[in-house]
C-alpha cells in the first residue's frame, strides 16, 4: 500500500480559505484535515468540508462532457466526447463572432472556486477574442464601492486578539467563518473582551456572544446613526482623529444629529437605554472591532450601511489601534487580473453588471446582442436576484450557453455544451482570500475522475481548436497562478511551504473618506401590506452558498428547507413547529417546514440555505424565486427587501415535484 499525504486548500467562497492536508491511499482520498499548522485552520475543516473527498464520487459528479437533447431548462443531456464539445464550442463562438461581432459573447462567472487558475484562465480566452466583459458583484458590492472611495474595511483578522469590544454586525461567524473565531476567544482571554451580536435572528454566534440584540433588518444605518449621536453628544468620540480622517466631519454630525436614542428605538426595536450603553461601549473600548457581514449589505441601501459602520469605526478611533476598526473583508497581497490579462483585449470592450444577468440576457436592445455565454463557478438560476429572469434569458433558443461544472445544477439544465471540472483535489492551483493575509497552494491529491478537466486545460484546448495564436492562451496552470503572486512571493517557495502570509502594504497616505450619506439615514423597508413578512436568506451551516445542497450528507445534516419563524408571528397564524408552509408573494412560492424559534426579531421569517431545484426530489425550494429585482446604486442586489406571505399548506399538495 501506497500512502502520502497532500497539502492543498479549500477553494470555497468562505473567508477562511482553510489549508487542508489529503491522506492519499492507493490513488485514492481516504481522509482529509485541517493543516495542523495552519495560524487559521489549526488542523480543524468545518461541518461542510470535512468529508469533502466524498464529493470526487458523488453520485451525480459530471464526469464527460454533455450536449443537450431535450428542451433547454429540461436537464436531458447526451454524452460526447471532448473532440466534439470543443468543435462545436468553436465552430458556434466562432460563427457567433462572424455574425455579431466578439461582444456577441459573454463570460459569466462567480467565487465558486478562489482559486486562481479555475476562476481567472478562461478569462484569458474572452479578453484574447473582445468578448464582452462583466463587473459587479453578487456578493458583497456596497463594500467593494465603499473600499473603491478609500474606506478601509478590514485588517489582519489575527490582530481581533487584541480588541477589547468585539461588534458582531449581521454575521454568523461560526457558521460562516468559523475559524475567525479563535481570535475572538482570544480577544475574551487576553483582554475580557465583550462580544456582542446585533442580528435580526438568535444564530448560533448570537447564542454564543455575550449579548444578543435583536434588530429589525434594515434599520441597521438608523442604529448606526444613533451610534454617532450619542458618540458625539456625550463627546466621546475621538474628534481629533475623526477629523483628520473624514472629508466632510462637521456635515456628518449635522445628519447624524437629529438620530436620538428614542427616535432609533422606535424603528430598529432596540431599547433607547440599549442604544445608549452600546454606544459609550462601542466608543470607550480601546480598541473596538465592528465584524460586519454581508447580509446586511443586501438592501438598496447597502452603501449606506457601510459607510456609516465605516464612521463608527473612525469616530473611535479604532482603526489607530492594533485589533480595532471595521472589519468586512480582507484579503492578501495578490493580483489575480495579472492572471486574468485584460491587456490582451484588442480594445476595451463592453461590460455588464454581473448581478443583473437576467436583464442581458432579455435585453432586445442590445446590439449586438449576447448569443453566446460561458458560465463557472457560479450557478446563477439559483443565487442571482430576479431568477425568472435569468431562466427567461437562459431559455432563449438563439442562445448558446457552455456550462462547465461539478454536479448537474439548475443552470447545468440551460447548457447547449455542459464541460466537466476537476474538483481542487484533482488540480493545482493557488489563491488569495477575503478573510485573511495568506496566499495558499493547492496541489492535486489525485488523478481527475472521468474526463474533468481543469480550466486552465479547457483554455489551452478551446484557444487551440479556435486557431489563436496568443501564447499567454497556451501557459500552465502553474504559470498561469504564478502571474497573481505579488514579486515577494515564489511559487516555488509556496509550493513547499503550503502557505505564505502576505499582508498589503499599509499605505501611509490614506485619503480622507466621505462619512455623510448622500440621501440621509435610510429607512427599513416597509411590509406591502400588514399580513406580509420581511424575509431573510442566510447562508446554511451545511451548505456553502449552492454547493453541497446537492450531498446526501450535507442534506441529512441540514434536514429540510426549513422557515424559522418568531413564537408570537407562528401564533398570530395559528402555526405550529413542523407545519408544510407555502412561501409567497407576486413573484413565486417555496415550500418549507415551519421552525418556531426565540430570538426572532417579529416580522421576520428566515429560510437559511441556497436549497435548489434539481437537487431535490420534494417542493421547490429555491429563495430567489421570491426575491425582489432591486440593487442599491452600486449593484448591490437587494436580496434582503424581499417580502412574504405565509401560508399553511397541506401535504398531499405539495408532494414530489409541486409548485
Ligand atoms: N456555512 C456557510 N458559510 C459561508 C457561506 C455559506 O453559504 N455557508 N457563504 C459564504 C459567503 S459567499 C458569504 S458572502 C459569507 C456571508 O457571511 P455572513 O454575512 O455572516 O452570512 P449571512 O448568513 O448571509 O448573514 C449573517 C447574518 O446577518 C443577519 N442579517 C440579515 N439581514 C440583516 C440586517 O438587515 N441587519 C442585521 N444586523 N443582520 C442581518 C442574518 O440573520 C444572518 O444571521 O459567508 C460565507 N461562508
Ligand atoms: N437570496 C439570496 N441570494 C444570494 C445570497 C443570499 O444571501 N441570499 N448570497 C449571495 C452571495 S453572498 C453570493 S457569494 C452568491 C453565491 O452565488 P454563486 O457563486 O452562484 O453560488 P455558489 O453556490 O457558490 O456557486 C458555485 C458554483 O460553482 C461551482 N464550482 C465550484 N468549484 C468549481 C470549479 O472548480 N469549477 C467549476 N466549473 N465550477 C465550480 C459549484 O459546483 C457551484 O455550482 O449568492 C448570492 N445570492
Ligand atoms: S468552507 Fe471555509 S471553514 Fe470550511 S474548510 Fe472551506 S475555508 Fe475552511
Ligand atoms: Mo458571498
Known amino acids: 500500500m501506497t500512502s502520502r499525504t497532500i497539502k492543498g486548500c479549500c477553494p470555497l467562497d468562505c473567508q477562511d480559505s482553510c489549508s487542508w492536508v489529503a491522506q492519499v491511499e492507493n490513488g485514492r482520498v481516504v481522509r482529509m484535515a485541517g493543516a495542523p499548522d495552519h495560524p487559521i485552520t489549526r488542523g480543524v475543516l468545518c461541518a461542510k468540508v470535512r468529508d469533502y473527498e466524498t464529493r470526487l464520487d458523488a453520485p451525480d459528479r459530471l464526469l464527460h462532457p454533455l450536449l443537450r437533447t431535450g428542451p433547454k431548462g429540461s436537464g436531458l443531456f447526451q454524452r460526447i466526447s471532448w473532440d466534439e464539445a470543443l468543435s462545436r464550442i468553436a465552430e458556434r463562438y466562432s460563427a457567433i463572432i462572424a455574425h455579431h461581432g466578439a461582444e456577441a459573447l459573454l463570460p459569466v462567472n462567480f467565487a465558486g472556486s478562489l482559486g486562481v487558475v479555475q476562476r481567472r484562465a478562461l478569462m484569458r480566452l474572452f479578453h484574447a477574442l473582445g468578448a464582452s466583459r462583466f463587473h459587479g458583484s453578487i456578493c458583497g458590492q456596497s463594500g467593494n464601492a465603499l473600499a473603491a472611495e478609500g474606506h478601509a474595511l478590514g ?26 473565531w479563535h481570535f475572538i476567544k482570544a480577544a475574551r482571554e487576553r483582554h475580557g473582551a465583550r462580544v456582542i451580536c446585533i442580528d435580526p435572528r438568535r444564530t448560533r454566534t448570537a447564542a454564543a456572544s455575550d449579548e444578543h440584540l435583536s434588530i429589525r433588518p434594515g434599520s441597521d444605518a438608523v442604529l448606526a446613526a444613533g451610534l454617532a449621536h450619542v458618540a458625539l453628544q456625550e463627546g ?76 463608527l469605526a473612525i469616530l473611535g478611533g479604532h482603526p489607530t489601534r492594533r485589533g480595532g476598526g471595521l472589519m468586512i473583508e480582507t484579503g492578501p497581497d495578490f493580483h489575480e487580473a495579472r492572471a486574468a490579462r485584460p491587456d490582451l483585449m484588442p480594445s476595451p470592450t463592453r461590460s455588464f453588471d454581473m448581478a443583473r444577468l437576467g436583464e442581458t440576457l432579455t435585453n432586445d436592445a442590445l446590439s449586438p446582442p449576447i448569443k453566446g455565454l460561458m458560465i463557472w463557478g457560479t450557478n446563477p438560476v439559483v443565487t442571482q436576484p430576479d431568477t425568472g429572469r ?17 454536479v448537474p445544477t439548475d443552470t447545468m439544465a440551460f447548457a447547449d455544451i455542459v464541460l466537466p471540472s476537476t474538483m481542487q483535489l484533482e488540480h493545482f492551483d493557488v489563491q488569495g482570500a477575503w478573510g485573511h493575509h495568506y496566499i495558499s497552494v493547492n496541489h492535486p491529491a489525485v488523478t481527475p475522475r472521468g474526463e474533468a478537466k481543469s480550466h486552465g486545460e479547457i483554455l489551452r484546448l478551446l484557444a487551440r481548436r479556435m486557431g489563436l495564436t496568443e501564447p499567454a492562451l497556451q501557459e500552465s496552470d502553474e ?39 448622500s440621501g440621509g439615514v435610510p429607512l427599513p423597508a416597509a411590509a406591502p401590506s400588514p399580513g406580509h413578512l420581511q424575509l431573510l436568506t442566510p447562508k446554511g451551516h451545511f451548505f456553502l452558498n449552492t454547493t453541497f445542497a446537492d450531498m446526501r450528507r450535507h442534506q441529512q445534516s441540514a434536514g429540510r428547507p426549513t422557515l424559522e419563524m418568531s413564537r408570537e408571528d407562528a401564533a398570530l397564524r395559528g402555526l405550529g413547529d413542523g407545519s408544510m408552509v407555502e412561501v409567497r408573494n407576486d413573484r413565486g412560492s417555496v415550500y418549507a417546514h415551519l421552525t ?59 408532494g414530489h415535484g409541486a409548485g
Open 155 to 180: 485588517f489582519d483578522p489575527e490582530e481581533v486578539a487584541d480588541s477589547h469590544l468585539v461588534l458582531l454586525w449581521g454575521t454568523n461567524l461560526l457558521t460562516t467563518a468559523p475559524h475567525s
Open 236 to 311: 466621546l468620540a475621538d474628534l481629533d482623529y475623526a477629523k483628520a480622517a473624514a472629508s466632510d466631519f462637521d456635515a456628518f454630525c449635522e445628519q447624524v444629529a437629529p438620530w436620538t436614542p428614542e427616535r432609533v428605538s422606535q424603528l430598529c426595536g432596540i431599547g433607547p437605554n440599549t442604544v445608549v450603553r452600546l454606544a459609550r461601549e462601542l466608543t470607550e473600548a480601546r480598541p473596538a472591532v465592528i465584524r460586519a457581514g454581508i447580509a446586511p449589505q443586501q438592501t438598496q441601501d447597502g452603501e449606506t450601511f457601510v459607510r456609516l459602520l465605516s464612521a
Open 390 to 406: 435569468v431562466r427567461q434569458g437562459l431559455n432563449r433558443e438563439d442562445l448558446f450557453t457552455v456550462v462547465i461544472e461539478h
Open 479 to 517: 504559470a498561469i497562478a504564478a502571474a497573481a503572486l505579488p514579486e515577494r512571493v515564489e511559487l516555488e517557495a509556496l509550493k513547499e511551504r503550503g502557505w505564505i502570509k502576505c499582508s498589503p502594504l499599509r499605505s501611509m497616505l490614506s485619503p480622507r473618506v466621505s462619512l455623510r450619506t
Open 596 to 654: 418556531v424559534v426565540d430570538g426572532m426579531h417579529h416580522g421576520v421569517v428566515a429560510l437559511p440555505g441556497k436549497w435548489w431545484n434539481m437537487a431535490m426530489a420534494g417542493p421547490r425550494s429555491a429563495v430567489n424565486d421570491l426575491t425582489v429585482p432591486a440593487w442599491s446604486p452600486a449593484g448591490q442586489p437587494a436580496y434582503n427587501e424581499t417580502f412574504v406571505e405565509i401560508l399553511w399548506s397541506c401535504p398531499h399538495q405539495t
